[in-house]
């Protein structure tokens, strides 16, 4: 028996053991990336099945920062309502999924948010059709809404706050949304702004489509990783601080290699050229520089995913740097 | 060694000792599965608890026929109305499917080819089909129908469009409750009419029309009446209003999707176990009532049925249990029932998933259980009685 019960301590203890995610990642070979199902511009398989996107490229280089290579790097697919379980029982390492940042899910769901890669706001989507201008004139509409989301509890205080009436629509895929709108089973779809253009992209004719001016809620969005492993929360912070920082300081995968000869000391710091960082963080010395030269600096990925060159046409707005009029800021790095 | 020997050859020693030693395995892997979970809980900062019971929702639910669900009700609030929506969809589709089931059976015995032949392919169609293709089919099916600005319309009081089947909806007046207590009492007085007429039967053998005089009771008399006190009833009528209809009663496509597919799912078992349940009825009980001189409907309703019912019965009572358990899968089309209102969107919104879940599944427990207490009281009253 009592060897039995040893067993039991033992085997408790096994799948209890999972502090130190770095070593786990480092050991496995290959980092388990949570994304969505499939959004354009942040998360969703290019022509060539590559995954591609903002959130994409968030896990990339992670990938990069631990294995200095962009291709170490496995996505999983996860809805709004499995991400979280998915997340905390270890099937990933790290989420990097549209998702906003709240006190409950930082507190009460155990994880940690390490900072935010996109600054979006709810919004409406409806067909032009319906001669709609504003939001507070859906009194009575049927809305298509993802369950399990922020957006989900927004919805319902923006209609409660301005009394007027509607239907919800629950539906679980951005897909799903897009096929219940298209049909006419409902009269509005709202996600976060930046989840309604790339649905308006995505429709045969998006010059049908309108996305209403109201901005009802904030939803700064960013990777997040499970509470109490604050070693691999670093990891993932200044992976993406660096591209932040990088592009603050005019690196870009361009002129990395270059720049490596600068005299702005922290352009130094940033590409392991000075300092330690690297093995503060257990990664190599040139982890920052790798994320440069492979993902490029935030910048690039923004304009190569959703800017307004895509077919996704966000401008920078608040996702612009602080020093252009925009809300991204990054700690300095030293 | 030898009287430990003699120990285990004893029949009842090893029997108490295996089953001991199971129960008590069975208990360590319990209280090891429970202790894992606190512990890994524990571990991930995760809180547990039920509080998350009694705060706001904050999000709606349209689809709460029973309840008029606001946003600021609670994750409770929520786990009624799933409930009732779950109650709804499984009460809506085992009826329906014991009617298709039976009606089905019966056509598969008959002895029009095309009908056996038509029944037959349904059966082996829907049955090995999987359930949610044909839930998620039958919902394609449905959005694909007009959009509501197109609705069609029938005599100008129900329109379909993909939105659903909106239908007026009566508006009981003062006076009204006068005609629901004669259905009421109808039903009594029916009902006393038949204990009455059995008796008579038994003791002087005269009949007595009991069917026709019930269907007086209950549908003429209280439409008598309702006429004489000035018809206090009236219809709110559907009417296209800005984005959807307003006024009336609705059918969401959701619900239908899950109704016709559970039921058509269910009717093609029940529809097996009617057939086998008619067959194994020997011949000679037919044959035996033919020679008395019994009319053809009731060597069926009074010979042929109540024996077939005691084999009907028992895995009826599965097919219901399994029709109820199948309406979870309503969460492929939003269906607003337990599994996606309480165990989906509240699991997600409070991350509470554990409690969540144990609530959910102890309410199938309950629901399944009931069904079996009351079909096993039934199939009890239907069995063989030794005299």
Redesign the interface.
């Known amino acids: 028996m009592k060897k039995?019960l040893s067993i039991?301590a033992v085997?408790?203890f096994a799948?209890?053991a999972n502090a130190g995610t770095l070593d786990d990642v480092k050991n496995r070979g290959f980092l388990k990336c949570g994304v969505t199902t499939g959004l354009a511009g942040f998360a969703a398989p290019d022509d060539s099945g590559e995954w591609a996107g903002l959130d994409a490229d968030m896990c990339r280089a992670v990938a990069v920062a631990v294995f200095g290579d962009r291709s170490k790097v496995e996505f999983i697919t996860t809805t709004?309502?499995s991400r979280?379980?998915t997340l905390?029982s270890g099937e990933v390492d790290m989420l990097a999924r549209n998702t906003t940042w709240t006190i409950?899910?930082d507190v009460?769901?155990?994880f940690e948010f390490v900072g935010v890669n996109f600054y979006d706001g709810q919004g409406f989507m409806i067909p032009s059709s319906?001669g709609v201008s504003s939001a507070t004139e859906?009194?009575?509409?049927?809305v298509c809404i993802q369950?399990?989301t922020t957006t989900?509890?927004n919805?319902?205080?923006f209609?409660?706050l301005n009394g007027i009436s509607?239907?919800?629509?629950?539906?679980?895929t951005n897909d799903e949304g897009k096929?219940?709108l298209f049909?006419?089973?409902c009269?509005v779809y709202t996600t976060d702004a930046s989840g309604l253009s790339s649905t308006r992209a995505a429709a045969a004719d998006p010059g049908k489509w309108l996305v209403l001016p109201e901005i009802i809620s904030k939803e700064p969005l960013g990777p997040l990783v499970?509470?109490?492993d604050h070693q691999w929360g670093d990891v993932v912070r200044w992976s993406l601080n660096a591209m932040i920082i990088a592009e603050e300081l005019g690196v870009s995968s361009e002129n990395v290699d270059a720049q490596k000869s600068s005299n702005v000391p922290e352009v130094l710091r940033l590409l392991g050229v000075e300092g330690s960082y690297g093995e503060m963080l257990e990664l190599a010395p040139d982890w920052a520089y790798q994320i440069i030269k492979q993902i490029g600096n935030y910048s690039e990925s923004y304009e190569a995913n959703v800017g307004p060159d895509t077919p996704l046409e966000i401008a920078r707005g608040l996702n612009a740097l602080w020093t252009q009029g925009g809300i991204l800021y990054a700690p300095p790095f030293r | 060694m030898r009287s430990n020997l003699n120990f285990f050859s004893d029949e009842k020693f090893r029997s108490i000792f295996f089953q001991t030693l199971v129960i008590g395995l069975f208990a360590l892997g319990i209280y090891f599965v429970v202790q894992t979970t606190g512990y890994n809980l524990e571990k991930r900062n995760i809180a547990t608890g039920w509080r998350f019971l009694s705060d706001p929702a904050g999000f709606d639910i349209s689809f709460s026929p029973f309840i008029n669900f606001k946003s600021t009700d609670t994750h409770l609030d929520v786990y009624f109305v799933g409930v009732l929506n779950t109650l709804l969809v499984s009460f809506c589709g085992c009826i329906a499917a014991t009617i298709l089931g039976f009606l089905v059976g019966i056509i598969r015995l008959s002895s029009n080819w095309l009908l056996v032949r038509v029944a037959y392919i349904y059966v082996e169609f829907t049955r090995n089909v999987p359930l949610l293709l044909q839930i998620i089919l039958w919902y394609s099916i449905l959005i694909q129908l007009p959009r509501v600005k197109q609705s069609l319309e029938f005599l100008d009081t129900f329109f379909i469009s993909n939105r659903g089947i909106y239908s007026p909806r009566p508006v009981f007046e003062t006076g009204f409750s006068y005609v629901f207590i004669a259905i009421i009492l109808a039903f009594i007085s029916s009902f006393i009419i038949r204990r009455w007429a059995k008796k008579r039967q038994d003791e002087t053998g005269k009949q007595f029309p009991v069917l026709s005089s019930a269907f007086g009771l209950i549908i003429i008399l209280p439409l008598l009446l309702f006429f004489i006190i000035g018809s206090p009833m009236s219809f709110d009528y559907p009417a296209l209003k800005g984005f959807n209809f307003k006024g009336g009663m609705v059918i969401r496509p959701e619900f239908i999707a899950m109704f016709l597919a559970l039921t058509i799912y269910t009717a093609a078992f029940i529809s097996e176990t009617v057939r086998s349940g008619i067959l194994s009825v020997t011949k000679g009980q037919r044959e035996a009532s033919a020679s008395l001189g019994l009319k053809k409907s009731w060597i069926m309703r009074l010979i042929i049925i109540p024996q077939a019912l005691r084999v009907i019965v028992p895995p009826l009572t599965s097919q219901y249990l399994n029709l109820t358990k199948n309406s979870s899968l309503g969460i492929a089309v939003g269906y607003a029932d337990l599994v996606h209102g309480f165990g989906g969107i509240s699991l997600n919104q409070t991350g509470q998933a554990i409690e969540c879940m144990v609530i959910v599944m102890a309410t199938y427990l309950t629901i399944s259980l009931t069904i079996s207490v009351f079909m096993n009281i039934y199939n009890r009253s239907i069995q063989f009685k030794e005299k």
Do not use: M
């Open positions: 039995l039991f085997t408790v799948f209890s709004g309502k979280f379980p905390a409950s899910r009460n769901l155990g319906l859906l009194d009575g509409a049927t369950t399990g989900e509890l919805l319902a205080d209609f409660r509607y239907e919800a629509l629950p539906i679980e096929e219940n049909a006419g089973r009269d499970r509470h109490g």
